[in-house]
């Protein structure tokens, strides 16, 4: 572990645990994003390295691993909802290949404005999963992004947040930032 973030850990006691929930930002943390553009077919979608087994990973230290992501590319008419399942399927499927399990993905397909409540950084995501499942706590989750709105989502509910670093700016600060899913695993191996 670089040294960098084990300072970064040093004084943080988060106690995850089996109890505790995983969100996870997709493009830029799960696949590669495509800039100023969309992932809208399976033949697009490629894992970042190592992320199927990182999540498989992450999903025995975790009671539940959530994928939220912003998909305004189905608003803009760029690709379907059906596209986006078969999108989904094929990440599930994946992560299922590797030993690991997405409880489930949630996605706002709308276009981004303040008052698109399923719109990351807005909570609608969220409130969402813990409809679903309401033993989620906010107070005992991690948010996993590569942007501010992935980090704000976090902040506004209460979570830990953690940065996957990419070419992203970087105007509000996570808890935790790490290169990608794996060296974030082994910050609680």
């Not at 998909?71 to 986006?84: F, N, R, S, V, Y």
């Not at 830990?160 to 695993?185: F, G």
């Amino acid at each position: 572990m670089h040294t960098s973030l084990r300072k970064q850990l040093d004084g943080m006691s988060w106690n995850v645990d089996a109890s505790w929930t995983l969100f996870l930002d997709r493009d830029g943390v799960i696949n590669e994003r495509i800039m100023k553009g969309y992932v809208t077919s399976t033949r697009e979608f490629r894992f970042t390295h190592g992320a199927p087994e990182a999540i498989a990973r992450l999903s025995d230290l975790f009671k539940h691993v959530f994928v939220v992501t912003n998909q305004q590319g189905i608003a803009k008419g760029l690709m379907t909802e059906k596209q986006l399942q078969e999108i989904h399927i094929m990440m599930h499927q994946e992560v299922e290949k590797a030993g690991g399990k997405i409880t489930r993905t949630y996605y706002a397909p709308g276009i981004s404005s303040p008052q698109n409540q399923m719109r990351k950084p807005n909570p609608g995501m969220a409130y969402q999963a813990k409809r679903h499942f309401p033993e989620v706590d906010f107070a005992k989750s991690v948010m996993v992004g590569d942007t501010d709105s992935d980090i704000l989502f976090g902040q506004r509910l209460g979570m830990r947040t953690v940065r996957i670093k990419t070419v992203e700016p970087m105007n509000i600060p996570a808890d935790l930032s790490v290169e990608n899913l794996t060296e974030l695993l082994n910050c609680w191996l």
